[in-house]
């Protein structure tokens, strides 16, 4: 595409990272409509038109489409992450979209409002966090600004994306404590923004924070019953059970997809990986 006049490629003197490059990009456009795509990250043809139809509202600032695994049939892992990806997408974004409110414009597929992003552009670049510049969490941070402005986020789920997602933990789990220091951080920037925003979006933010720390609380009482009394914690057991196959057959259902009820099996990394992971963001988000 070097050769076609449509294209105009910036090639930076040194590696600055992804927000500043983003800055330069944005500055040096024309277009009314940005989209951001990350560069391990395949657009379906229709796309394009489909985000920018629903940026035609003027109300809406960002928009983003739904994320697939492209890389899903690899491993066990990928298979998860997929499945992880169907239900963030279409569970969690597609809940908050319902009052214009989704909370994280995915970086694989966004599309956002160029006259906004101008006017968010020294925030955006300035972040702070205890002083010093935040060098991670770019696309949920811009999606809070774009809130904070007084404009709608939105989910269109027909708009496919396929990225390539981690194939093995170690990997998988470095970008889960980037992404958990992110939600941490932003949540507290978000909780000025709540009240002006639907009262759905307070339960949702709040429990998307307070439900792993119960559940970690409730994988240590039982943990402690164990050790204490040599006893097996089986009401904590059945519970989180009882939840998980719960939350797999709803997903079943609607995504009529029989593969959802091996989705359990990423309770077990949930609760033995990513909670210990959360709690260490937690403590570490300088």
């Not at 968010?120 to 670049?125: C, F, G, I, K, P």
Request: charged share 20%.
């Amino acid at each position: 595409f070097a050769g076609d006049s449509r294209f105009n490629f910036i090639l930076l003197d040194k590696n600055v990272g992804k927000r500043k490059a983003q800055i330069v990009a944005i500055r040096r456009s024309s277009g009314d409509l940005v989209l951001n795509v990350d560069s391990d990250t395949t657009l379906a043809t229709d796309v394009v038109a489909k985000l920018a139809r629903k940026m035609q509202d003027s109300a809406v600032g960002a928009a983003m489409g739904q994320l697939v695994a492209s890389n899903r049939s690899d491993t066990w892992l990928t298979r998860l992450i997929d499945m992880e990806y169907w239900l963030a997408c279409n569970e969690e974004r597609a809940a908050q979209a319902r009052f214009g409110a989704v909370m994280c414009c995915c970086g694989p597929c966004a599309m956002y409002r160029r006259s906004a992003l101008l006017l968010l552009l020294d925030q955006y670049e300035t972040q702070l966090f205890r002083g010093k510049p935040s060098d991670f969490g770019e696309d949920r941070h811009l999606t809070i600004l774009m809130l904070k402005a007084g404009l709608r986020t939105e989910y269109i789920p027909d708009a496919i994306a396929a990225t390539v997602v981690p194939d093995r933990l170690g990997p998988y789990l470095r970008q889960q404590l980037r992404w958990a220091r992110s939600t941490f951080r932003d949540t507290l920037l978000a909780l000025h923004l709540l009240p002006s925003l639907d009262r759905y979006l307070t339960l949702d933010v709040v429990g998307q924070n307070l439900g792993p720390l119960l559940l970690a609380l409730s994988v240590l009482a039982g943990l402690a019953q164990l050790a204490l009394t040599a006893t097996v914690p089986w009401s904590a057991v059945l519970m989180i059970a009882s939840m998980t196959i719960i939350r797999c057959s709803v997903a079943a259902f609607r995504a009529r997809q029989l593969r959802f009820l091996g989705f359990s099996l990423h309770t077990f990394i949930n609760v033995f990986l990513l909670l210990p992971l959360k709690a260490y963001a937690l403590c570490t988000l300088s």
